[in-house]
Protein backbone atom coordinates (compact mmCIF):
# COMPACT_ATOMS: atom_id res chain seq x y z
CA UNK A 1 0.00 0.00 0.00
CA UNK A 2 1.46 3.46 -1.02
CA UNK A 3 0.23 6.66 0.68
CA UNK A 4 1.05 10.02 -0.49
CA UNK A 5 1.44 13.44 1.82
CA UNK A 6 2.01 16.37 0.14
CA UNK A 7 3.12 19.82 2.00
CA UNK A 8 3.81 23.10 1.14
CA UNK A 9 7.13 23.43 2.85
CA UNK A 10 10.23 21.18 4.12
CA UNK A 11 9.29 22.51 7.92
CA UNK A 12 5.42 21.26 7.64
CA UNK A 13 7.04 18.09 5.88
CA UNK A 14 9.66 17.73 8.53
CA UNK A 15 7.09 17.84 11.18
CA UNK A 16 4.71 15.89 10.40
CA UNK A 17 7.42 12.94 9.30
CA UNK A 18 8.70 13.01 12.59
CA UNK A 19 4.68 13.14 14.44
CA UNK A 20 4.05 9.74 12.31
CA UNK A 21 7.75 8.16 13.02
CA UNK A 22 7.03 8.54 16.44
CA UNK A 23 3.82 6.96 16.43
CA UNK A 24 4.94 4.19 14.64
CA UNK A 25 7.62 3.77 17.17
CA UNK A 26 5.44 3.86 19.98
CA UNK A 27 3.04 1.36 18.34
CA UNK A 28 6.45 -0.88 17.91
CA UNK A 29 7.01 -0.27 21.77
CA UNK A 30 3.55 -1.55 22.19
CA UNK A 31 4.69 -5.05 20.77
CA UNK A 32 8.46 -5.47 20.51
CA UNK A 33 10.73 -5.01 23.62
CA UNK A 34 12.98 -3.20 21.61
CA UNK A 35 12.52 -1.68 18.05
CA UNK A 36 14.43 -0.21 15.31
CA UNK A 37 14.58 2.58 13.05
CA UNK A 38 17.05 2.91 10.06
CA UNK A 39 17.16 6.48 9.31
CA UNK A 40 19.01 8.10 5.97
CA UNK A 41 21.52 10.41 5.58
CA UNK A 42 22.19 12.95 3.36
CA UNK A 43 20.55 16.34 3.75
CA UNK A 44 16.53 16.11 3.87
CA UNK A 45 16.65 14.48 7.26
CA UNK A 46 17.98 17.05 9.22
CA UNK A 47 15.17 18.71 10.19
CA UNK A 48 13.09 15.22 10.78
CA UNK A 49 15.90 14.28 13.13
CA UNK A 50 15.46 17.78 15.49
CA UNK A 51 11.67 17.17 15.11
CA UNK A 52 11.82 13.22 16.09
CA UNK A 53 14.36 13.53 18.67
CA UNK A 54 12.25 15.87 21.10
CA UNK A 55 9.12 13.53 20.94
CA UNK A 56 8.03 11.69 24.05
CA UNK A 57 8.54 7.86 23.73
CA UNK A 58 10.65 5.22 25.40
CA UNK A 59 14.42 6.00 23.45
CA UNK A 60 16.06 4.13 25.85
CA UNK A 61 13.79 1.22 24.06
CA UNK A 62 15.00 2.94 20.77
CA UNK A 63 17.91 1.08 18.68
CA UNK A 64 18.74 3.59 15.54
CA UNK A 65 20.81 2.39 12.59
CA UNK A 66 21.33 4.01 9.20
CA UNK A 67 20.16 2.73 5.64
CA UNK A 68 23.08 3.23 3.94
CA UNK A 69 26.67 4.69 4.83
CA UNK A 70 29.25 6.27 3.40
CA UNK A 71 32.53 4.03 3.86
CA UNK A 72 34.40 7.22 5.38
CA UNK A 73 35.38 7.86 9.11
CA UNK A 74 33.28 9.41 11.49
CA UNK A 75 35.30 12.33 11.45
CA UNK A 76 34.71 13.13 7.51
CA UNK A 77 31.78 15.49 7.08
CA UNK A 78 30.46 12.82 4.31
CA UNK A 79 29.65 10.56 7.00
CA UNK A 80 26.20 9.45 7.80
CA UNK A 81 26.93 8.30 11.27
CA UNK A 82 28.03 11.51 12.24
CA UNK A 83 24.91 13.46 10.77
CA UNK A 84 22.85 11.10 13.05
CA UNK A 85 25.08 11.27 15.87
CA UNK A 86 24.90 15.48 16.16
CA UNK A 87 21.56 15.61 14.73
CA UNK A 88 19.02 12.70 16.01
CA UNK A 89 20.87 11.37 19.27
CA UNK A 90 20.56 14.20 20.85
CA UNK A 91 17.75 15.72 23.59
CA UNK A 92 15.21 12.87 24.43
CA UNK A 93 16.64 10.72 21.55
CA UNK A 94 20.03 10.81 23.36
CA UNK A 95 19.49 7.97 25.14
CA UNK A 96 18.97 5.49 22.13
CA UNK A 97 21.20 2.45 21.28
CA UNK A 98 22.95 3.56 18.01
CA UNK A 99 24.49 0.65 15.57
CA UNK A 100 26.71 1.94 13.16
CA UNK A 101 27.29 0.55 9.53
CA UNK A 102 30.70 1.48 9.41
CA UNK A 103 33.04 -0.85 10.86
CA UNK A 104 36.18 0.91 10.37
CA UNK A 105 37.24 -2.31 8.05
CA UNK A 106 39.53 -1.11 5.19
CA UNK A 107 36.56 -1.82 2.61
CA UNK A 108 32.88 -1.93 2.97
CA UNK A 109 33.27 -5.53 0.94
CA UNK A 110 35.00 -6.65 3.55
CA UNK A 111 32.71 -5.54 6.10
CA UNK A 112 29.76 -7.75 5.02
CA UNK A 113 30.23 -10.48 7.15
CA UNK A 114 30.55 -8.41 10.21
CA UNK A 115 27.93 -5.93 9.48
CA UNK A 116 25.71 -8.82 8.36
CA UNK A 117 26.01 -10.87 11.63
CA UNK A 118 25.38 -7.59 13.38
CA UNK A 119 22.11 -7.10 11.56
CA UNK A 120 21.07 -10.56 12.06
CA UNK A 121 21.30 -9.54 15.61
CA UNK A 122 18.87 -7.16 15.78
CA UNK A 123 15.32 -6.98 16.86
CA UNK A 124 12.95 -7.96 13.71
CA UNK A 125 10.93 -6.50 12.28
CA UNK A 126 12.18 -3.29 12.15
CA UNK A 127 9.49 -0.89 12.97
CA UNK A 128 10.50 2.08 10.85
CA UNK A 129 13.18 2.22 7.84
CA UNK A 130 13.40 6.21 6.42
CA UNK A 131 14.62 6.49 2.62
CA UNK A 132 15.35 9.23 0.59
CA UNK A 133 15.89 9.29 -2.95
CA UNK A 134 18.50 11.03 -5.71
CA UNK A 135 17.97 12.96 -8.79
CA UNK A 136 19.18 9.58 -10.31
CA UNK A 137 16.34 7.55 -8.85
CA UNK A 138 18.61 5.90 -5.94
CA UNK A 139 17.41 4.96 -2.71
CA UNK A 140 19.38 4.01 0.14
CA UNK A 141 22.47 3.52 -1.74
CA UNK A 142 20.74 1.66 -4.44
CA UNK A 143 22.82 3.38 -7.45
CA UNK A 144 21.53 3.00 -10.77
CA UNK A 145 24.86 2.45 -11.70
CA UNK A 146 26.30 0.24 -9.40
CA UNK A 147 27.93 -2.96 -10.25
CA UNK A 148 26.09 -4.78 -7.15
CA UNK A 149 22.87 -3.34 -7.95
CA UNK A 150 21.21 -6.44 -8.90
CA UNK A 151 22.37 -8.15 -6.00
CA UNK A 152 21.17 -5.75 -3.70
CA UNK A 153 17.87 -6.18 -5.28
CA UNK A 154 17.88 -9.64 -5.13
CA UNK A 155 15.09 -11.30 -3.28
CA UNK A 156 17.83 -13.45 -1.23
CA UNK A 157 20.04 -10.57 -0.55
CA UNK A 158 21.64 -10.17 3.21
CA UNK A 159 20.29 -7.29 4.83
CA UNK A 160 23.71 -5.01 3.52
CA UNK A 161 26.20 -5.35 0.71
CA UNK A 162 28.89 -2.78 -0.31
CA UNK A 163 27.29 -0.44 -2.99
CA UNK A 164 29.05 2.22 -5.17
CA UNK A 165 27.79 5.58 -5.29
CA UNK A 166 27.41 8.08 -7.81
CA UNK A 167 29.43 10.58 -6.18
CA UNK A 168 32.47 10.76 -4.03
CA UNK A 169 32.67 9.38 -1.09
CA UNK A 170 31.45 5.97 -3.68
CA UNK A 171 32.33 3.65 -1.96
CA UNK A 172 29.36 2.72 -0.02
CA UNK A 173 27.01 -0.19 2.89
CA UNK A 174 23.75 -0.31 1.64
CA UNK A 175 20.74 -2.18 3.40
CA UNK A 176 19.59 -4.08 0.46
CA UNK A 177 15.76 -4.33 -1.04
CA UNK A 178 14.65 -7.42 0.54
CA UNK A 179 16.07 -5.74 4.21
CA UNK A 180 14.10 -2.05 3.28
CA UNK A 181 11.27 -4.55 2.55
CA UNK A 182 11.02 -6.39 5.61
CA UNK A 183 10.40 -3.11 7.69
CA UNK A 184 7.15 -2.79 9.27
CA UNK A 185 6.79 0.49 7.68
CA UNK A 186 8.96 2.17 4.90
CA UNK A 187 8.93 5.90 4.98
CA UNK A 188 10.16 8.24 1.43
CA UNK A 189 11.10 11.67 2.02
CA UNK A 190 11.61 14.12 -0.84
CA UNK A 191 11.47 17.45 -2.39
CA UNK A 192 12.29 19.18 -5.39
CA UNK A 193 11.32 19.09 -8.84
CA UNK A 194 14.00 16.79 -10.26
CA UNK A 195 13.03 14.13 -7.91
CA UNK A 196 8.93 14.91 -8.02
CA UNK A 197 9.95 13.99 -11.86
CA UNK A 198 12.10 10.95 -10.97
CA UNK A 199 9.16 9.71 -8.61
CA UNK A 200 6.69 10.06 -11.35
CA UNK A 201 8.69 8.07 -13.75
CA UNK A 202 9.69 5.58 -10.80
CA UNK A 203 5.10 4.86 -9.83
CA UNK A 204 5.38 3.02 -13.44
CA UNK A 205 6.68 -0.37 -12.23
CA UNK A 206 10.08 -1.61 -11.07
CA UNK A 207 12.59 -0.29 -13.29
CA UNK A 208 16.44 -0.55 -12.52
CA UNK A 209 17.35 2.71 -14.00
CA UNK A 210 15.36 4.24 -11.19
CA UNK A 211 16.18 1.67 -7.80
CA UNK A 212 13.87 3.57 -5.67
CA UNK A 213 10.92 1.81 -8.28
CA UNK A 214 11.32 -1.23 -6.30
CA UNK A 215 10.14 0.45 -2.74
CA UNK A 216 7.06 1.77 -4.58
CA UNK A 217 6.21 -1.25 -6.65
CA UNK A 218 5.29 -3.63 -4.24
CA UNK A 219 2.35 -4.00 -1.99
CA UNK A 220 4.06 -6.47 0.84
CA UNK A 221 5.29 -3.03 2.98
CA UNK A 222 3.30 -0.51 3.23
CA UNK A 223 5.24 2.40 1.93
CA UNK A 224 4.17 6.40 3.25
CA UNK A 225 5.76 9.20 0.89
CA UNK A 226 6.04 12.81 2.43
CA UNK A 227 6.88 15.12 -0.31
CA UNK A 228 7.32 18.91 -0.41
CA UNK A 229 7.77 21.05 -3.84
O1 LIG B 1 23.75 8.63 2.41
C1 LIG B 1 23.10 8.86 1.41
O2 LIG B 1 23.57 9.40 0.41
C2 LIG B 1 21.67 8.48 1.39
O3 LIG B 1 21.12 7.83 2.41
C3 LIG B 1 20.92 8.69 0.14
O4 LIG B 1 20.15 7.62 -0.29
C4 LIG B 1 20.08 9.95 0.31
O5 LIG B 1 18.93 9.65 1.04
C5 LIG B 1 19.71 10.55 -1.03
O6 LIG B 1 20.89 10.74 -1.77
C6 LIG B 1 19.00 11.87 -0.88
O7 LIG B 1 19.88 12.79 -0.31
P1 LIG B 1 19.48 14.26 0.02
O8 LIG B 1 18.51 14.21 1.11
O9 LIG B 1 20.76 14.93 0.44
O10 LIG B 1 18.92 14.83 -1.25
Request: proline fraction near 7%.
Amino acid sequence: MLQQHAFSDGQQLALALASELAATLRNALDVQQEVVLAVSGGKSPVPVFEALREVELDWSRVIVTLVDERWVSTSDPASNEALVRQHLLQGRAAVARFVPMFTGQSSARQAEPLLNATFAALPRPFAAVVLGMGDDGHTASLFPASPQLDAGLAADAPACLAQVGAAAPTERMSLTLPAILAARKVFLQFAGASKHAVFAEALRGADRRWPVSYVLAQSATPVEVFHAP
